[in-house]
């Protein structure tokens, strides 16, 4: 069984950073892309970076600049590195990743997710 676990969110004021993380635990054969998502409260969720097992990433436009994603595959974990956060990221954010529990095989995973607060 795979279980993801996020950490790392919390209120920040306007122009500061917060980092979050997402470890991925169990029995599986590999993972391949991982990636944070967003929802705002009424909105839909929304991409907000990706990164593939050998490292290419991928932003929305909106962040980009501004946020990292990365990964250390050591510890199937993704990170996501978040500056000059604005009022309107106030959100949930949630990490994705795409898991082989056999190599033949993959499947999506969810993160619980993690309140992200940016007060003006």
């Known amino acids: 069984q795979v279980r993801l676990v996020e950490s790392g969110g919390g209120l920040v004021q306007a122009g500061g950073s917060l980092r979050l993380s997402c470890a991925a635990s169990?029995?599986?054969?590999?993972?391949?892309?991982m990636g944070w998502y967003r929802q705002a409260p009424g909105k839909q969720r929304e991409l907000v970076a990706t990164i593939t097992s050998g490292g290419s990433t991928n932003y929305a436009d909106s962040v980009k600049g501004r946020f990292t994603i990365s990964r250390d595959n050591a510890k199937n974990t993704v990170y996501l590195q978040m500056n000059s956060l604005k009022p309107e990221e106030t959100a949930v954010y949630y990490c994705?990743?795409?898991?082989?529990?056999?190599?033949?095989?993959?499947?999506?995973?969810w993160g619980q997710g993690t309140q992200v607060t940016v007060s003006s």
């Open positions: 994705n990743v795409e898991i082989r529990p056999r190599p033949w095989s993959r499947r999506d995973y």
């Open positions: 169990g029995s599986f054969f590999s993972i391949d892309d």
